[in-house]
């Protein structure tokens, strides 16, 4: 699980962002998070995955103490997380293939599993036909798949997903969206910072956390009716 608690933080310009914040997510939890532009959704990603530090507070992810991790821990850290960009992040001059295999030989998987394994992975997202493909080649939608097979390939305990849906069209929107969540099924904890609400609403699988006034102000999980 993720635990964060009293968690502040303060960019250098001594904005705070967030402040005393907690929150857990169980294992397997599906999670959205929303809020306005600027209302530190990023940040908070950022705290979990350890590119940012916190200002006060502890975060427990897994079982890591994210807070207290020695810098040389951080790269196997991150490997046990899949991280999904707005902006795809793929590899343009290398095929979809590589930029998977890439994934894979940071984490020094065998050439032969490495064989298997991207093949079967892109499979599952329906873009097995574009191994072979330059990501100029692709739409959007199909980068973004592309993103998603590289973030699972390594079987990550975590997926995150920062406005993973910013860069495409609203029924792209929908399978990518889809996808993560078929993800969580499968046993993978998502946690996933969107604007879009049309989307949202067809998964009410996902619990929601809204983040602004520099807390969460909103959390499904614990409305009453
Ligand atoms: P969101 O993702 O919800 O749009 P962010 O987490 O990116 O929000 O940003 C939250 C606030 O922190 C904003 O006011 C932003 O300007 C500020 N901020 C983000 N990153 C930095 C940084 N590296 N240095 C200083 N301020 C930052
Ligand atoms: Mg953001």
């Given at each position: 699980?993720?635990?964060?608690?009293?968690?502040?933080?303060?960019?250098?310009?001594?904005?705070?962002?967030?402040?005393?914040?907690?929150?857990?997510?169980?294992?397997?939890?599906?999670?959205?998070?929303?809020?306005?532009?600027?209302?530190?959704?990023?940040?908070?990603?950022?705290?979990?995955?350890?590119?940012?530090?916190?200002?006060?507070?502890?975060?427990?992810?897994?079982?890591?103490?994210?807070?207290?991790?020695?810098?040389?821990?951080?790269?196997?850290?991150?490997?046990?997380?899949?991280?999904v960009?707005?902006?795809?992040?793929?590899?343009?001059?290398?095929?979809v293939?590589?930029?998977?295999?890439?994934?894979?030989?940071?984490?020094?998987?065998?050439?032969?599993?490495?064989?298997?394994r991207?093949?079967y992975?892109?499979?599952?997202?329906?873009?097995?036909?574009?191994?072979?493909?330059?990501?100029?080649?692709?739409s959007?939608?199909?980068?973004?798949?592309v993103?998603?097979?590289?973030?699972?390939?390594?079987?990550?305990?975590?997926?995150?997903?920062?406005?993973?849906?910013?860069?495409?069209?609203?029924?792209?929107?929908?399978?990518?969206?889809?996808?993560?969540?078929?993800?969580?099924?499968?046993?993978?904890?998502?946690?996933?910072?969107?604007?879009?609400?049309?989307?949202?609403?067809?998964?009410?699988?996902?619990?929601?956390?809204?983040?602004?006034?520099?807390?969460?102000?909103?959390?499904?999980?614990?409305?009453?009716?």
């Amino acid at each position: 699980m993720i635990r964060l608690r009293n968690v502040t933080k303060m960019y250098s310009n001594s904005v705070v962002v967030l402040r005393d914040l907690n929150l857990d997510i169980d294992t397997g939890e599906a999670l959205f998070v929303v809020g306005d532009s600027g209302s530190g959704k990023s940040t908070f990603l950022k705290l979990i995955t350890k590119e940012e530090e916190v200002t006060s507070g502890s975060i427990e992810v897994f079982g890591n103490d994210v807070v207290k991790m020695k810098k040389k821990d951080i790269p196997y850290y991150r490997r046990t997380m899949g991280i999904v960009f707005q902006d795809f992040r793929i590899i343009e001059n290398m095929t979809v293939f590589q930029n998977v295999e890439l994934a894979m030989r940071i984490c020094r998987s065998s050439t032969s599993y490495i064989k298997k394994r991207v093949p079967y992975v892109l499979s599952l997202f329906s873009i097995e036909d574009k191994a072979y493909r330059y990501p100029c080649e692709l739409s959007g939608g199909e980068k973004q798949r592309v993103g998603l097979a590289r973030a699972i390939v390594n079987n990550p305990k975590l997926i995150i997903a920062d406005e993973p849906t910013g860069n495409v069209d609203p029924s792209t929107s929908y399978e990518i969206i889809d996808l993560l969540s078929q993800i969580n099924k499968r046993g993978t904890t998502v946690v996933v910072v969107t604007h879009d609400v049309s989307v949202m609403d067809k998964f009410l699988s996902f619990r929601v956390i809204e983040i602004g006034n520099h807390g969460i102000q909103r959390d499904s999980a614990k409305l009453v009716s």
